[in-house]
């Protein structure tokens, strides 16, 4: 809109913008694609805790609260993170009647998280289902064409889901910002604001933590059962099991009363050194 206070140079000003902009071409269609593999990108980073999130939610059956043999006693993410951090806020006493709102703030600032790892993960996706039929042998197939099978998006995360014996299976390689105890409360976060029942988070004596799950779909749905491990490195990787009871991630009919692999073997399968 055109103010009288203008300059002439601000109307110069306009006019080259204006000039410029109808000189462009951009490539519409390319960074169309590059805005959908970035998305794309960033869900999948987000979908490993996410999964934890919502396998805990309505429908979860159990939190395991026991880990293999020598791991030591669970921390439940109920009301203290790892190593003592509060994750739960009390509420505050509401103002009077007309007064301001109050403000409470933190007495220090929130962590800042370092950059996701440069470095390649030393995995690729391709390579997931074999190295994991090292620790299980077994046959193994492709999963459902829409679980989007084996995804490779480099140094952000390795991706593979596919049926051991007949069984659908999930495992995903990716880093992550922060530290393991940072990490872990994050997944915390994420299954509380969905309404699912506490993760624990297991530290162990190297210093990684490690997270079990458990959950079941709806009935109408098959009911399918699911449970798995996740493993937070101190080198910012994440590694991640979810092992199903159908040979489908969703509805479909169940192949068995429980997955293949207990809470224990997925453990020692996210811990394993298989994986470097």
Same mark, same amino acid.
């Given at each position: 809109m055109y103010d009288d206070t203008n300059t002439p140079e601000d109307d110069r000003v306009s006019a080259l913008f204006h000039r410029s902009a109808a000189e462009l071409d951009p490539d519409v269609a390319g960074l169309v694609q590059g805005g959908v593999h970035r998305g794309r990108t960033k869900r999948r980073r987000r979908a490993v805790g996410a999964t934890v999130a919502a396998v805990t939610a309505v429908g979860a059956v159990a939190m395991a609260t026991s880990f293999a043999a020598g791991l030591g006693p669970a921390v439940t993410g109920s009301g203290t993170g790892v190593a003592g951090a509060p994750t739960a806020t009390a509420a505050t006493p509401s103002s009077p009647a007309g007064a301001p709102p109050t403000v409470t703030r933190p007495a220090t600032k929130p962590d800042r998280l370092p950059p996701i790892p440069k470095a390649a993960i030393p995995v690729k996706a391709a390579d997931l289902p074999?190295?994991?039929?090292?620790?299980?042998?077994?046959? #193994?197939?492709?999963?459902?064409?829409?679980?989007?099978?084996?995804?490779?998006?480099?140094? !952000?995360?390795? =991706? /593979?889901?596919?049926?051991?014996?007949?069984?659908?299976?999930?495992?995903?390689?990716?880093? =992550?910002? $922060?530290?393991?105890?940072?990490?872990?409360?994050? #997944? &915390?976060? &994420? /299954?509380?604001? !969905? $309404?699912?029942?506490?993760?624990?988070?297991?530290?162990?004596?190297? $210093?990684?933590?490690?997270?079990?799950?458990?959950?079941?779909?709806?009935?109408?749905?098959?009911? #399918?059962?699911?449970?798995?491990?996740?493993?937070?490195?101190?080198?910012?990787?994440?590694?991640?099991?979810?092992?199903?009871?159908?040979g489908v991630m969703k509805e479909g009919r169940t192949l068995a009363a429980e997955p293949p692999f207990s809470l224990a073997q997925l453990t020692r399968a996210v811990t394993s050194d298989v994986w470097f």
């Amino acid at each position: 809109m055109y103010d009288d206070t203008n300059t002439p140079e601000d109307d110069r000003v306009s006019a080259l913008f204006h000039r410029s902009a109808a000189e462009l071409d951009p490539d519409v269609a390319g960074l169309v694609q590059g805005g959908v593999h970035r998305g794309r990108t960033k869900r999948r980073r987000r979908a490993v805790g996410a999964t934890v999130a919502a396998v805990t939610a309505v429908g979860a059956v159990a939190m395991a609260t026991s880990f293999a043999a020598g791991l030591g006693p669970a921390v439940t993410g109920s009301g203290t993170g790892v190593a003592g951090a509060p994750t739960a806020t009390a509420a505050t006493p509401s103002s009077p009647a007309g007064a301001p709102p109050t403000v409470t703030r933190p007495a220090t600032k929130p962590d800042r998280l370092p950059p996701i790892p440069k470095a390649a993960i030393p995995v690729k996706a391709a390579d997931l289902p074999r190295k994991f039929t090292r620790l299980h042998p077994g046959k #193994v197939t492709p999963a459902e064409a829409s679980s989007g099978r084996i995804t490779d998006d480099g140094a !952000a995360g390795q =991706y /593979a889901h596919f049926r051991w014996n007949g069984f659908a299976t999930t495992i995903a390689f990716v880093a =992550y910002a $922060g530290t393991p105890e940072q990490r872990c409360r994050v #997944v &915390q976060q &994420q /299954a509380r604001q !969905a $309404g699912g029942l506490p993760v624990s988070c297991q530290k162990r004596p190297d $210093g990684t933590i490690v997270i079990t799950f458990r959950g079941q779909g709806p009935a109408a749905d098959g009911g #399918v059962t699911s449970q798995g491990a996740t493993l937070f490195t101190k080198n910012g990787y994440e590694i991640f099991i979810q092992s199903y009871n159908s040979g489908v991630m969703k509805e479909g009919r169940t192949l068995a009363a429980e997955p293949p692999f207990s809470l224990a073997q997925l453990t020692r399968a996210v811990t394993s050194d298989v994986w470097f």
